[in-house]
């Protein structure tokens, strides 16, 4: 649907009460709506929301953003939450390899590696490092929440830092929240196994947000700092 000359994604599924998000980097407004709601119905609604919608359009587009990566020595890159410079060591032979040596994330490569190459194993350290992590995370919110996923992973995610599907009871983590501190990857992990509990960002889940974890938009902020 365009509306104002912005195309507004608009999701029909069978639930009781409307849910309206705008996600980072592009600003993507997606709207869920129950299965019955009519197109006019659903304007109305965007037009009461309208000013919000703009504000945080403006905020999303607004943030700060890394420039495209080259994956060559030099570049600044993060690793949980801090940054470090790449350092790209090219042999002659020899297995591919990802450590870190003081300031620098150091990689051994081929030396015919392709830039593409690189960032494959960069991010299969990522991946690496950081599944502890989340297991451990989500192991600490079963406890807290006495709710138990049926399976979680951390993939390559385009727009999003996590994902829910309560039907199903599966967690998706983004592997790009290994750049990010541990409280932001926490915060992550709370925000999606809350959904586990309450489905849409209502009021019931903005409260056990605030209950379990006080600090939860503070960190969202910083999280976002960088969008995707």
Known sequence: MIFNGIDIEIERKPIKNLHLAV???????????????DDERIRMYILQKWIWIEEKREMLLSYNRLPERQYISGETHYFKGTKYRLKVNR?????????????????DVHQDTSS????????????????PIF???????????????????????????GSCSQSK????????????????????????MTHLIERNHTD?????????????????TKLNEYPI
């Open 23 to 37: 996600y980072p980097p592009d600003g993507r407004v997606h709207i869920s709506v129950p299965i019955d709601y």
């Open 91 to 107: 042999h002659t032979s020899g297995a591919y390899s990802v450590h870190i040596d003081g300031d620098y994330i150091v990689v």
């Open 116 to 131: 593409d190459n690189i960032r494959q194993t960069l991010y299969s350290w990522y991946k690496t490092q950081t599944l």
């Open 135 to 161: 297991g451990r995370l989500v192991l600490k919110w079963q406890e807290i929440l006495g709710v138990v996923p049926a399976r979680w992973e951390v993939r390559q995610m385009t727009s999003r830092w």
């Open 169 to 192: 009871g599966v967690l998706l983590f983004n592997i790009e929240l290994a750049k990010k501190s541990i409280e932001c990857i926490e915060y992550v992990v709370a925000h999606e």
């Open 204 to 220: 019931r889940f903005r409260r056990l947000m605030d209950i379990h974890l006080s600090s939860w938009q503070k960190i969202r």
